[in-house]
């Protein structure tokens, strides 16, 4: 466990150095994250002005905190999963996994922790923000056990998130390409900005089961509001082991169809 650390600090380090050879970039990447993020919550002002139904069990203030876990995540997603894990079907296309196979070190770790996306840290800055202004506007501070359910819970939805991109990304070992799945993904993701409770029928036991994007959002916002249930607590953490290994499963058998240039 030890190595795997050191490891991760060294990848760290190189994508440090890397955005500080670039610091205008890094700044300017900051400040337009910064102002995506904002324009996240325009939709919620929209559906929250006088005279719309508002969102069924939540409060504008309580639905601007799963506006700020989805900014959250979104940053995670975008800062410190796809940009490894993107690279990696161009290594598949071009039969230079090898490089990656033949170091002494677990391939999918590798692969992870090639490259971060450091200036995507602003969204966290946004969801922090949003998150304090929440609770001043409720007049109250969040619980302790509710911080701690919260942090729980979006470890939950990191590890959830970061192995549905491994199954997609698995699946460029058997299709030339997989930009439209790609695509996809990202399109269903942004729907994660809204509570669970606006959609119903299919769409609810899709975004809850099928691509739980109210793991992801929804729950660790009512977590840090305190109205996590212990048995949806316990749903989610089953959920994500079982997502964890189905992808690890997924990408070692994968890797079996591979062939490198050499080949």
Do not use: C
């Not at 056990?145 to 970061?162: C, E, K, N, P, R």
């Not at 199954?167 to 930009?179: E, G, M, N, Q, T």
């Amino acid at each position: 466990m030890g190595r795997y650390v050191t490891l991760l600090r060294m990848q760290l380090r190189a994508s440090a150095l890397l955005a500080a050879q670039y610091r205008w970039d890094f700044l300017i990447d900051g400040a337009l994250s910064l102002f995506w993020a904002a324009t996240a919550v325009i939709p919620l002002f929209v559906v929250y002005t006088e005279g719309r139904a508002s969102i069924p069990g939540w409060s504008f203030d309580e639905a601007m905190m799963v506006v700020g876990w989805f900014i959250l995540v979104q940053g995670v997603l975008e800062g410190a999963i796809n940009p490894g894990l993107a690279a990696v079907v161009d290594h598949i296309r071009k039969g230079t996994l090898d490089f990656v196979l033949l170091k002494p070190a677990d391939a999918q770790f590798l692969v992870s922790t090639s490259r971060f996306q450091l200036w995507r840290v602003a969204s966290l800055l946004t969801a922090l923000t949003i998150f304090g202004v929440v609770f001043n506007r409720l007049g109250r501070a969040p619980a302790l056990l509710d911080i701690g359910l919260s942090v729980l819970l979006m470890w939950v939805a990191v590890l959830t998130l970061y192995s549905m991109w491994i199954l997609i990304i698995s699946a460029a070992f058997y299709v030339v390409k997989i930009d439209n799945l790609n695509y996809l993904f990202t399109s269903i993701f942004d729907a994660g900005r809204w509570p669970i409770s606006v959609f119903k029928g299919g769409l609810r036991l899709l975004f809850t089961f099928v691509v739980p994007l109210a793991l992801m959002t929804t729950f660790p916002a009512e977590a840090l509001l305190g109205r996590m249930g212990s048995s949806t607590l316990a749903i989610s953490v089953s959920a994500a082991l079982v997502f964890a290994t189905a992808s690890r499963w997924v990408w070692r058998k994968s890797l079996r169809h591979y062939t490198s240039a050499s080949s």
